[in-house]
Each structure stands twice: as structure tokens, then as C-alpha cells.
């Protein structure tokens, strides 16, 4: 067909990339990759080999990394650490600077590359992942540049270990190696093993941007050299992958004080109003499902459209369905690329198989590892498809009625990684974006991301951000030495055996104060084994009341942040005036004279974090796309929390405080050996305006609550500041719905100074939702 011709039919003709430049660095590597460690690739030992799933034919060879070559990599990446920490910020950031320009300069060998080995549509690798990574580089050389400044008292975590999966291969790369390497960390860093090839680029690339040696380390292999990088000497995991491996490596790294950030499946719902402007939302949908073939976390995989327009707008999206273009990935017309590997091809076919709903695709779609966009219509809400992660081009569909039955359809899934939500209407748009379970929400878009916006989810969805300030908290810590936990043991006395409850404290759930399941209490005695009081040892069962109580009290973290500070202040206000009361148990309890000076510093931190209520509330990210993304602060939920052995009332206030000041409601188990301060607080609370189940309180064993609270699939947060060390309990536990978890791994804190109070505590008690918003575009 003539050029003339083609012009006057607008027939489809292919526009392919050339492979030939990333072919030959490949042949150039001599086909065959050891691994990038301590600044220089080591021989390649046991292979396997990688393949082009569009073609099948092998690209490379890659070496399957064994327990020495992590090892090495590690005591590498270990090595270089503090010095590389030492060169001061501005000094990284001109290496971060340096990445970004020598990824812009390959950019194109990067992106067919990246095409080669993944499948993805040339034109997703070249516009989107590329460029992102490009800018991943720069925004993280400015955070580098300004860590000092803005960051003060903050340092590097050390070692980074970052197991990343195949689907952005090296978009992943960036969002985890940027943040780290600009706070100081160095890393250990295994691709996927279905796509490694862009990590070895861009090894290549640190060598040639002069990065100290040891700075960045990829070992490649599978999932078994992603256990030995979990289980080895490095101070934090960065995770992104399925749920089911986050969750093993939640468990395996429980106790071990390792940092970990879990970025996980989803299942994103796609909400359609009547009001939408349906042919875009039918763009948008195919951004939100068909970008990469829907293998993608924040996939727009769950469409939920308002019933008055279901048939209107399935006509339009299966008109454009016929439309897209299925092939060969470097063609730079395709819309949609290959399936990552047969096996991944074959697993999303098995389940569309499996499925009772109508099934609509779209041809022709070529022989191989392709797979045609997929619509599946007339699932019930809980089929298996309208619940599972399908990771493919694979779109489920329902319909609603109203925008709450929307948001109650959207959130009826274990995940939270990301939603959209389309209308025209301001009003439905940005009522319901706070109202859903999401990380992120895009209004009237999908799947936009950006260095500057915090990216993550809620739920089973993982936990941690990356992207923005926001997401450099998880490369850093506290640089204040810690002190070791002495845990304080209960003084002993001629009643320390359990008895049936008589007179005695009680626990304090849903407002009211209520006896112990168990109907068993402790003595607790003065330093002389004088008996004090009775105080209940709660149970499992007492910990589920707490919780519905506290499930119950959901108003709390819809109130508004100003009547919350009212109530913390009133709570302080009453405290205040029985001070001398608590002293005075507080004194006899501790055998200490420190009751008065705790008592002060409590009414101090209660006005504290109601200081805080209202402005610890997010920022407006400044992202290239539509300008303007708030990353806002919302409540985790339900947080159950141990409190500190010492300060039985000042322990108490502070871990409370923080976590209703930003809107969650608490349980609390009270200092074990002193708890009876706590059991008196009941009655300041009563009088203070809390509503019930906004904080209860517990007294009892923290060993024996500790494996329920952490396993409880309704609490969203738990915190343990015990002195009895309950990491790895908490953290294994907390493996179940992939809480977060946030324990003192045998470490103490001055609660009476700075270190007992602040933003530490607040990002504890928030989650930050992304929204992306239209705004002057
Ligand atoms: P995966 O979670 O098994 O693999 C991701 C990365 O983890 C890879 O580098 C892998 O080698 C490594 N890995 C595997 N087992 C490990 C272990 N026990 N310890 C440490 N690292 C380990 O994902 P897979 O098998 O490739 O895909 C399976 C499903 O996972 C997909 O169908 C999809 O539903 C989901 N998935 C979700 C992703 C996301 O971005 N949220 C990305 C990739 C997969």
C-alpha cells in the first residue's frame, strides 16, 4: 500500500521500534549477567534464562543468586553505608541528579528494553515509565539536597533490602532506590526474575554516573534470593508484590526490628455516576485497566456503575473494546502489549474460565502470551472475580443504585489501594473521595502517579508510602540513641493470686465500665507488698467488646478536628483538677515521688495533641499532571495499644492523645505492673465529653492480650510500648489483615521529654490518602 493510499484510508499500518539497540547491549554484556555488587558485575554462576513473552525467544541469561552472593551484596551495601551517609546530603543529591540525566540520555534503550522484557506497549515504556523514573531521580535529588534542612533530627536507616516484582520494572527500581539512596541508606535490590534486565541497565548507568561502590547492589534469581534478602543483616525491606508473599515476609521479618513497607495487590473500584461524562470515563477506563495489560496494583479493575446509565455505558466501552489494538508491544500503535509469561497468561485464563458472569472480549488478539481485554458482567458481589486480584486485562462489573451504596460496594473488599471517581458534579466527586477505604483516589482519572504524591494502600493492600515527604519517614529513623526497655516487674504482696472479683476496678468499654470477662482480677501492691487495689485481668473476649465498642464509635473520626480538641482539652481540664488524687495513686503504686510531676506532664501532652487536632492535616502535593494532589492525613481506625510499663498515667496520655486527637478510637491495655491510675482515669473520661467506645481501657497480662489484639482482623493499628517485649508476637499477628504495627523492639523512650510525644506519634495515628483533584487544568 502506497503512502498516498494508507493517508486517504487511515488504515492501520505498524510503526515498530527497532530492537537492535537494546539487542546488541545485550550482546555486548555477552548475553549471560552476573550480578552488580560492590560497584561491578561478577561473573554470571548458575543461570536461568529470560525471555521476550511476546516472541518466546530468550533475551538473556541471568544468574540465580545463591546465599554468599547476598551475603556479598549485603556486607557491600553495609560497607559503604556510613560513608556514604557522611558525603551530606547536597553530595548525593548531585548523584541523584546525575542517575536521572544518564536515564534521560538512554532513555530510549531503556524503554525498549523494558518492552523487550516485560511486554508492555512501547508507547506505555517510552511516554509513561521511563519518564517517571527520570523524574522519580530528580524529585529525590531535591529531597537529598534538602534533608538536612528539612528534616532535622532524622538520619539513615543503613542497609535497604527491595525486592521488587516484573510488572514496572524499573519504575519499581526507582520509587524504591531514589528515596533510599538520597536519606543516606544504601541497597540491595533483586528484580523480579521474569524482568531483570533494566535493573542490569541501570546498574550499568550507576557505574557510569560515578556512585561510590556498594551504594546500590542487584542480585538476581527468585523468590528464593527474595527469603534470603528478608532473612539477611539489612535494616529494612521494601516489598511490592502479592499479598500472599508481603504477608509471608511480614511474618518472617516479625521481632527482627527489620523497618518493612508492604505495597501490595488491590482490587481498585472504577466508580461511574450518571452524571460523568461517560466518553471519558470510558478513556479513563481504559487507562485504568488496559495500561499494561492490567497488570497493574492500582488497576481500575472493579467497575461499579450507577444502574441509570449500566447499559449506555457498556455499549460505549465494548464499541471501544473492538477498538484496541492487541500485539506486538514495540509497535508503537499497540495498546495493548504481551502477558508477562505464560504462566501469568495461563493463571488469568483459569480464572475468566471459572467464572458464571457474561463474558465479553475483544479480538483478534494474536496467538502467544497475549490476552484479549476482558468484560465480565453480572458477577454477584461476592463471587470469587468480583473479589480476587486477577492481574490481567481482565474488568469485573456491577452496577449501583446511590453514591452510598457506591462507596459500600467500593469498599467491600479486603483491599485499599485505589479507587476512581467519575462525575461532573462536584459535589458527588468530592463527597465521596474521603468517604472511600483508598490510599488513593483519582477524581475523573486513574492511574496517575507521580514522584511528588504519596503512593499506597490501606488494609491488605500493605502499608508505608512512597513518593513525596511523606514516603522518606520509611527510609529513616530517629536519630536519638535509644535506651534499653528494663521492663518493671508488679511488687509482690501477701494477695498476688488471682481471685474472683469482689469490689474492684473495672475495665472501661464502649463507655461504660464493665467487669471482666474472665471474672478474675490481681492484687496490686505497694513497694512495701501492702495491698493497693484489685485490678481485672482482661481477656480475648474482653478485647473483641473493646473493639466492636470501638468499631461502634465511628462518628469519632468523622468529627470535625476542632470539637475533637475540645474534648482533649476538657479531658486535660479535668485532670487537672483532681491532680493531687492521681499523685497520690501514682506515688503509692510506683513507690516513687514522681506522681505529681506525671500528672503535670499528662495535662501538658493532652493539650498537646489537641493543639495538634487540626493541624497535623496533609499538604497539597505539586504533581505535573493536573497540578494538584492533596495528600491528606485520615485516621487508621481502630488502634489497640500497650502501654509503657513506667508512668502508668503519663504512658497512657500518650499513646490515647495522639491516636484521637487524629480522629481514632483507642483500645488500651494499661501499664501491668501499675495499672490502677488508669482504672481511675475511667472517670475523668466520663466527665469529659469522650463518647463511648472512643477510648477503652483494659488492664491485664500484655503477653497473654498482645497475640489477640495483634490478630484481631478489626483493629487497623497496633502499638506496643510494653515492657515486655512483644515484637514478634505483634508483628507475626499482625501478618493477618496486614495491620501496621508499630513496636518498641525492647527499646524505652524518655516519656517525660520530647521523645514521648510528637510526630512520631501522629504518623503512627494517619494514614495519607492521595487525592488527585482537576485543579486549573
Ligand atoms: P510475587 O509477589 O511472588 O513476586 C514479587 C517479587 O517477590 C519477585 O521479585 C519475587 O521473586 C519475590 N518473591 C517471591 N516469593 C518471595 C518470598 N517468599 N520472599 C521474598 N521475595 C519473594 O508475585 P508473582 O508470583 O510474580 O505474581 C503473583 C501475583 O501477585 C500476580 O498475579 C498478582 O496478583 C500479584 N502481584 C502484584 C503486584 C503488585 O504490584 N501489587 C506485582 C506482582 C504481582
Redesign the pocket.
Known amino acids: 500500500m502506497s503512502v498516498k493510499e494508507i493517508f486517504e484510508s487511515m488504515e492501520y499500518g505498524p510503526a515498530p521500534e527497532s530492537p537492535a539497540e537494546a539487542l546488541t547491549w545485550l550482546v555486548d554484556q555477552g548475553d549471560r549477567f552476573g550480578h552488580f555488587i560492590d560497584g561491578a558485575f561478577t561473573p554470571p554462576g548458575e543461570t536461568f534464562e529470560s525471555r521476550n513473552p511476546a516472541t518466546g525467544e530468550v533475551l538473556a541469561s541471568l544468574t540465580q543468586a545463591t546465599q554468599a552472593d547476598v551475603d556479598a551484596a549485603v556486607s557491600a551495601a553495609r560497607a559503604a553505608q556510613g560513608k556514604w551517609q557522611r558525603l551530606g546530603g547536597p553530595a548525593r543529591a548531585r548523584h541523584l541528579y546525575a542517575i536521572a540525566r544518564l536515564v534521560q540520555k538512554h532513555a530510549r534503550l531503556f524503554a525498549v528494553l523494558e518492552t523487550l522484557d516485560n511486554g508492555k506497549p512501547i508507547r506505555e515504556s517510552r511516554d509513561i515509565d521511563v519518564p517517571l523514573v527520570a523524574r522519580h531521580f530528580y524529585h529525590h535529588a531535591g529531597h537529598a539536597q534538602l534533608m538536612e534542612s528539612e528534616m532535622p533530627g532524622r538520619e539513615a536507616l543503613g542497609v535497604c533490602g527491595q525486592?521488587?516484582?516484573?510488572?514496572f520494572p524499573l519504575l519499581m527500581l526507582a520509587w524504591k532506590v531514589a528515596p533510599a539512596l538520597a536519606m543516606g541508606n544504601t541497597v540491595v535490590l533483586?528484580?523480579?526474575?521474569?524482568t531483570s534486565l533494566t535493573a542490569l541497565l541501570f546498574a550499568d548507568i550507576c557505574r557510569q554516573a560515578g556512585l561510590p561502590k556498594g551504594v546500590v547492589n542487584i542480585v538476581t534469581g527468585?523468590?528464593a534470593?527474595?527469603?534470603m534478602?528478608?532473612a539477611s543483616e539489612v535494616d529494612k525491606i521494601a516489598?511490592?508484590?502479592?499479598t500472599?508473599?508481603?504477608r509471608?515476609?511480614r511474618e518472617a521479618t516479625a521481632g527482627s526490628g527489620k523497618a518493612l513497607t508492604l505495597?501490595?495487590?488491590?482490587k481498585s473500584p472504577y466508580i461511574v455516576f450518571e452524571d460523568a461524562d461517560l466518553d471519558s470515563a470510558v478513556e479513563g477506563l481504559v487507562d485504568a485497566i488496559w495500561f499494561n495489560g492490567g497488570q497493574?496494583?492500582c488497576a481500575g479493575s472493579r467497575l461499579l456503575v450507577q444502574e441509570g446509565i449500566a447499559e449506555r455505558f457498556h455499549a460505549k466501552l465494548k464499541a471501544r473494546m473492538e477498538k484496541l489494538r492487541i500485539g506486538d508491544p514495540l509497535d508503537k500503535c499497540i495498546d495493548v502489549g504481551a502477558i508477562v509469561d505464560p504462566v501469568?497468561r495461563d493463571?488469568i485464563a483459569a480464572m475468566v474460565a471459572g467464572s458464571d458472569g457474561e463474558i465479553f472480549q475483544s479480538g483478534p488478539c494474536p496467538e502467544g502470551c497475549f490476552y484479549p481485554p476482558t468484560l465480565i458482567s453480572g458477577l454477584s458481589p461476592a463471587s470469587k472475580l468480583m473479589q480476587d486480584?486477577i492481574?490481567g486485562p481482565v474488568l469485573v462489573s456491577a452496577t449501583f443504585r446511590t453514591p452510598s451504596e457506591a462507596v459500600q460496594m467500593a469498599d467491600n473488599t479486603r483491599y485499599g489501594l485505589a479507587a476512581s471517581v467519575w462525575s461532573e458534579n462536584i459535589n458527588t466527586a468530592l463527597d465521596i473521595a474521603p468517604k472511600l477505604a483508598a490510599g488513593v483516589v483519582w477524581v475523573n482519572g486513574s492511574n496517575m502517579f507521580d514522584a511528588a504524591a504519596p503512593f499506597g494502600g490501606l488494609r491488605e493492600s500493605g502499608f508505608g508510602r512512597e513518593g513525596g515527604p511523606e514516603g522518606l519517614t520509611a527510609y529513616t529513623r530517629d536519630s536519638r540513641k535509644p535506651k534499653a526497655l528494663k521492663p518493671i516487674a508488679p511488687f509482690g504482696g501477701d494477695e498476688a493470686e488471682p481471685q474472683p472479683v469482689d469490689r474492684t476496678a473495672k475495665l472501661y468499654i464502649g463507655g461504660k465500665q464493665a467487669r471482666p470477662d474472665g471474672g478474675y482480677a490481681r492484687a496490686v501492691n505497694d513497694k512495701r507488698g501492702k495491698l493497693i487495689g484489685q485490678a481485672p485481668l482482661a481477656n480475648r473476649k474482653d478485647i473483641r467488646n473493646a473493639v466492636e465498642a470501638a468499631r461502634g464509635a465511628a462518628a469519632w473520626s468523622s468529627a470535625s478536628a476542632h470539637n475533637r480538641a475540645q474534648v482533649i482539652y476538657y479531658i486535660g481540664e479535668n485532670l487537672s483538677a483532681r491532680a493531687e488524687e492521681f499523685a497520690a495513686t501514682i506515688d503509692r503504686m510506683t513507690g516513687a515521688r514522681t506522681g505529681a510531676k506525671e500528672v503535670e506532664k499528662s495535662v501538658e501532652r493532652l493539650f498537646t495533641y489537641a493543639a495538634w487536632a487540626d493541624k497535623f492535616d496533609g499538604r497539597i502535593a505539586n504533581v505535573p499532571l493536573r497540578g494538584a494532589a492533596l495528600a491528606m492525613r485520615a485516621p487508621c481506625g481502630v488502634i489497640g495499644g500497650f502501654c509503657p510499663d513506667a508512668y502508668p498515667l503519663l504512658g497512657l496520655v500518650s499513646l490515647m492523645a495522639p491516636a484521637i486527637a487524629m480522629g481514632n478510637r483507642a483500645i488500651l491495655v494499661a501499664s501491668e505492673p501499675f495499672p490502677l491510675a488508669a482504672t481511675e482515669f475511667y472517670q475523668v473520661l466520663e466527665t469529659s465529653d469522650v463518647p463511648g467506645g472512643v477510648v477503652n481501657i483494659l488492664t491485664g497480662s500484655h503477653a497473654e492480650l498482645a497475640p489477640t489484639m495483634a490478630s484481631h482482623m478489626d483493629i487497623e493499628a497496633v502499638w506496643s510500648f510494653s515492657g515486655a517485649d512483644l515484637s514478634t508476637e505483634i508483628e507475626r499477628g499482625a501478618a493477618g489483615n496486614l495491620k501496621r504495627a508499630w513496636v518498641n523492639y525492647a527499646q524505652d523512650r524518655d516519656w517525660m521529654g520530647a521523645d514521648g510525644e510528637g510526630r512520631a506519634f501522629l504518623e503512627a495515628a494517619t494514614e495519607v490518602k492521595t487525592v488527585w483533584i482537576p485543579w486549573g487544568a
Do not use: H
Open positions: 525486592i521488587i516484582p516484573w510488572n533483586k528484580p523480579a526474575e521474569w527468585d523468590g534470593v527474595g527469603e534478602i528478608t516489598f511490592t508484590g502479592s500472599e508473599v508481603g509471608k515476609i505495597e501490595l495487590g488491590g497493574v496494583c501469568q493463571r486480584e492481574f
